[in-house]
């Protein structure tokens, strides 16, 4: 297997790449205590030098995927809760035919930057899922949110909410726009957007990819002043960027705990997107 000549990405990165996706997506020879090909292994395997396949490994371990025992080699790592990036898990998943996103949070801002790139990936022809299906579940800014919220005496201020509307808007129209741009260019089969509210504040996030994998985090607060219409507001707000996500993949088995996490995430996310969520804008 070589590189594709197309990547602009060093060719270190591009291995960790194609590894992370066969961890993740659990391929046989990649699942949960499975030992790795050797080093000379894949580097005949990539076309590349062995130093490439060390540096692309020990971005592995530093994303916890794999572990490395002296001179036994190295394995597939027990992926159970722990702090974890999005951007890699996300274009893993876009290896699928069927994508299926559902997030629950506060604006989707995060999301909107960390699906460039897979998106990217499928209108260059690197990636060709089938469908591609998006849930957005955002808090009603239409009514008082515990955040954003004055600290002054904890006052609702309708300013703050219009400028978190206006924020959920941006980016769940930008998700919109890049992923059914997609179908109308002929490049998925089907691509779709729904996005629905609810009257409660996002206090964490929540992603759930192709039904097999959760993300899950609490929003750091923080006090912030800025400038609304010429007047400062000082006020508490959630800071999406500097939340910390945990992963939980299904397991081999209904009875495993990351199989348990990802079912009940999913069942929390259903039921409030079909029986208190409704549509209209942020």
């Given at each position: 297997?070589?590189?594709?000549?197309?990547?602009?990405?060093?060719?270190y990165?591009?291995v960790?790449?194609s590894?992370?996706a066969?961890?993740?997506?659990?391929?046989?020879?990649?699942e949960?205590?499975?030992?790795l090909?050797?080093?000379?292994?894949?580097?005949?395997?990539?076309?590349?030098a062995r130093?490439t396949?060390?540096?692309?490994?020990?971005?592995?371990?530093?994303?916890?995927?794999?572990?490395?025992?002296?001179?036994?080699g190295?394995?597939?790592r027990?992926r159970?809760?722990?702090?974890?990036?999005?951007?890699?898990?996300?274009?893993?998943?876009?290896?699928?035919?069927?994508?299926?996103l559902?997030?629950?949070?506060?604006?989707?801002?995060?999301?909107?930057?960390a699906?460039?790139?897979?998106?990217?990936k499928?209108?260059?022809?690197?990636?060709?899922?089938?469908?591609?299906?998006?849930?957005?579940?955002?808090p009603?800014?239409?009514?008082p949110?515990?955040?954003?919220?004055?600290?002054?005496?904890?006052?609702?201020?309708?300013?703050?909410?219009?400028?978190?509307r206006?924020?959920?808007?941006?980016?769940?129209?930008?998700?919109?726009?890049?992923?059914?741009?997609?179908?109308?260019?002929?490049?998925?089969?089907?691509a779709?957007?729904?996005v629905k509210?609810?009257?409660?504040?996002?206090l964490?996030k929540?992603?759930?990819?192709?039904?097999?994998?959760?993300?899950?985090?609490?929003?750091?607060?923080?006090?912030?002043?800025?400038?609304?219409?010429?007047?400062?507001?000082?006020?508490?707000?959630?800071?999406?960027?500097?939340?910390?996500?945990?992963?939980?993949?299904?397991?081999?088995?209904?009875?495993?705990?990351?199989?348990?996490?990802?079912?009940?995430?999913?069942?929390?996310?259903?039921s409030?997107?079909?029986?208190?969520?409704?549509?209209?804008?942020?």
């Amino acid at each position: 297997m070589s590189l594709d000549p197309d990547d602009s990405r060093p060719p270190y990165q591009q291995v960790s790449s194609s590894l992370r996706a066969s961890i993740l997506t659990k391929k046989p020879g990649f699942e949960t205590g499975d030992k790795l090909p050797s080093g000379p292994e894949l580097a005949k395997h990539f076309g590349v030098a062995r130093g490439t396949i060390d540096k692309a490994l020990d971005l592995l371990r530093t994303e916890g995927l794999i572990v490395t025992r002296q001179g036994s080699g190295s394995f597939v790592r027990e992926r159970t809760s722990r702090p974890v990036g999005l951007r890699p898990h996300l274009e893993a998943a876009f290896e699928q035919k069927q994508v299926t996103l559902d997030f629950a949070g506060f604006s989707s801002e995060t999301l909107h930057n960390a699906l460039q790139e897979p998106l990217d990936k499928v209108r260059s022809g690197r990636l060709a899922p089938e469908s591609i299906t998006v849930r957005l579940l955002l808090p009603d800014t239409d009514e008082p949110m515990a955040v954003p919220v004055l600290v002054d005496g904890l006052k609702d201020e309708p300013a703050l909410r219009e400028r978190a509307r206006n924020i959920a808007l941006t980016n769940a129209g930008g998700i919109a726009h890049s992923v059914e741009v997609l179908a109308e260019l002929g490049l998925v089969q089907n691509a779709t957007v729904q996005v629905k509210v609810h009257r409660a504040s996002s206090l964490f996030k929540l992603y759930i990819l192709n039904r097999s994998e959760a993300f899950f985090g609490f929003y750091p607060l923080r006090e912030r002043t800025v400038a609304i219409n010429g007047n400062d507001h000082t006020f508490y707000d959630v800071t999406g960027k500097d939340t910390t996500l945990f992963h939980h993949a299904a397991g081999p088995d209904d009875a495993s705990l990351g199989s348990q996490y990802v079912q009940q995430a999913q069942m929390w996310f259903d039921s409030v997107w079909s029986t208190i969520a409704y549509e209209r804008q942020p």
